[in-house]
């Protein structure tokens, strides 16, 4: 399902932290917003856009061995940058 997020969506961002990983150099970041009482989430991708996710639920239910911490937009934001430089390095190699 596509979810249309308003412009004035508040985010809870989140680090996805694997073995290795940690909450300022996270796996993965997560995203959850609220709208009609009901939670939505995402995580920003490889296709460099934030796209739908369960990740959020299966760690809170304790379906994953990974761990989600809050972490501040400047995390979030560095978190992007470096996934936009590992894709153009490997465009550039192939």
Known sequence: ?????P????????????SGWTADR?????REWHSDG????ETYTRDLRWE??????????GRSD???EPIAEDV???????????VELKEQGE
């Open 1 to 5: 399902m596509v979810k249309e997020v």
């Open 7 to 18: 412009l004035s969506t508040e985010y809870t961002y989140y680090a996805i932290i694997r």
């Open 26 to 30: 996270p796996f993965a970041v997560a």
């Open 38 to 41: 009901l939670p939505w989430a």
């Open 52 to 61: 739908a996710t369960s990740v959020l639920t299966a760690i809170r239910a």
């Open 66 to 68: 990974d761990d989600a």
């Open 76 to 86: 979030v934001e560095r978190f992007i940058a470096r996934m936009k430089r590992s």
